[in-house]
């Protein structure tokens, strides 16, 4: 039983339970720009320090030869991208690796297979990996695809701190960019995830050739999660030759802006991550996803497959925008 000293300060700490609409965030993604961006950044700076960002790093641990047939990925084997398929990587060449990265700067290690899901013979390596990783000092998080209920608590139970799993765009444009899973798999993994006690990290991509509604609608169920992800990755398409979606039409640099600041006010507290496809943005479009209320990225000069800025590049930027890494 809580005393009263005790209950106020539960209410005043517990979230504000809201159930958002498309209607009501459609609203707020049409404001005029400016007004739109005050109110984000406003928000932001309610639970953040403006001028700092987490930064992550990625390494593609088995690479290629995935039997999904995700509409974007270089990884696919149903796509002819002429990346060549690789095995589960060597623990002890993980953990290399994630020391580096470490000394770099990086505090969170995200590492990611090319999966539909893993397999038991897997597991014992993926353990190992999580609990060496861990031993450096960085936060994991790994992305493999789907997880049954007892793989989420194994991952738990070695100390996994988070599992990314995005939901890429809206149910209702889902068909559009994978057709060898359904909406409601990726809802499923990502319920097991978060009732084994690991944090959630789920977001998506834009420039599919997706609509605003479905822009906005991908928000809606991440707000509306029982427990919005404690980080929401939000991708821009990088078109990779061979796959389905290589000629979508670029996504308006101000409209992918929007969207971070629509992230940011519908899930507050969250980590909204600026992810994929940073090298093909400029500096200022950079500044204004920060300024929106963007406080995480991949650094490194390479993602899983494809390119990112190189490490003086972004160096040169948080310097000129005052900005420290968290
Ligand atoms: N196989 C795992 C899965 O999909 O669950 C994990 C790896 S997957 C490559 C991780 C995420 O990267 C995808 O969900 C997608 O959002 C993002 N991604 C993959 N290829 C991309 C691309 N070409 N451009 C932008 N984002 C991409
Ligand atoms: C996420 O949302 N973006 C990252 C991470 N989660 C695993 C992956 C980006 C991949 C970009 C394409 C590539 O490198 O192949
Ligand atoms: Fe496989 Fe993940 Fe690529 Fe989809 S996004 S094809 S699941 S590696």
Request: charged share 20%.
């Amino acid at each position: 039983m809580l005393d009263v000293q005790d209950e106020t300060a539960v209410m005043r700490t517990a979230p504000v339970p809201q159930l958002w609409t498309r209607d009501t965030a459609l609203a707020l993604y049409h404001l005029p720009f400016n007004d739109l961006l005050f109110r984000a950044q406003s928000v932001h700076r309610q639970h953040f320090d403006p001028n700092r960002v987490q930064l992550s790093k990625l390494l593609n641990i088995k690479t290629g030869g995935c039997p999904e047939d995700c509409g974007y990925c270089s990884q696919s084997s149903h796509h002819s991208t002429g990346l060549a398929a690789s095995k589960l990587m060597d623990v002890a060449d993980v953990v290399a690796q994630a020391r580096e990265a470490r000394d770099g700067g990086a505090t969170r290690y995200c590492m990611g297979a090319a999966w539909r899901n893993p397999k038991p013979r897997d597991m014992d390596a993926i353990v190992e990996m999580v609990t060496e990783v861990k031993a450096l000092g960085l936060e994991t998080c790994m992305t493999l695809g789907m997880l049954d209920r007892d793989q989420a608590e194994c991952l738990s139970e070695a100390g996994l701190d988070y599992y990314n799993h995005n939901i890429d765009t809206s149910e209702a444009y889902y068909p559009n960019v994978v057709s060898t899973r359904t909406f409601s798999d990726r809802l499923q993994t990502l319920d097991h995830v978060r009732r084994s006690g690991m944090k959630v990290c789920c977001g998506g991509i834009l420039g599919m050739g997706e609509s605003e509604a479905d822009r906005v609608d991908m928000l809606v169920t991440l707000a509306n999660l029982a427990e919005p992800p404690e980080s929401v990755p939000i991708n821009m398409l990088i078109p990779i030759a061979g796959t389905p979606l290589a000629d979508s039409k670029r996504i308006d640099p101000l409209a992918f802006v929007r969207v971070i600041a629509l992230a940011r006010l519908m899930m507050p507290t969250s980590f909204v991550r600026l992810s994929a496809g940073r090298s093909a943005m400029s500096d200022e479009m950079q500044a204004l996803c920060f300024f929106a209320g963007a406080n995480s990225i991949f650094v490194g000069d390479t993602l899983l497959t494809a390119g990112n800025p190189e490490a003086v590049a972004d160096r040169d930027l948080f310097d000129r925008l005052g900005l420290q890494a968290l």
